[in-house]
């Protein structure tokens, strides 16, 4: 008789792959894939205000930060 644990479809790391700091990385390595577009889109709509402006700045700020965190996200 195999028990629930032991069933060759369950593995033993789940719960470790679903800890905060890989849900993290998780996110902020697609963020780092998409925000290149949202980047992209603000160029092309323009930067002529203040606000287009820093919300340009503020997207790619959270772009570097979300490479960064995102990383080694394929590596572990």
Same mark, same amino acid.
């Given at each position: ?27 902020? *390595? ?7 577009? !949202?980047? %992209?889109?603000?160029?092309?709509? =323009?930067? &002529?205000?203040?606000?287009? *402006? ?7 700020? !959270?772009? %570097?930060?979300?490479?960064?965190? =995102?990383? &080694?996200?394929?590596?572990?």
């Amino acid at each position: 008789m195999v028990s629930g644990s032991d069933s060759p479809g369950v593995r033993k790391t789940a719960y470790r792959r679903l800890s905060p700091s890989r849900v993290l990385m998780w996110v902020a *390595f697609w963020l780092a894939i998409v925000l290149p577009f !949202v980047l %992209v889109f603000i160029i092309v709509v =323009g930067i &002529g205000s203040t606000t287009s *402006f820093l919300v340009f700045c503020g997207t790619l700020s !959270v772009n %570097v930060v979300a490479l960064l965190l =995102g990383h &080694g996200h394929g590596l572990r």
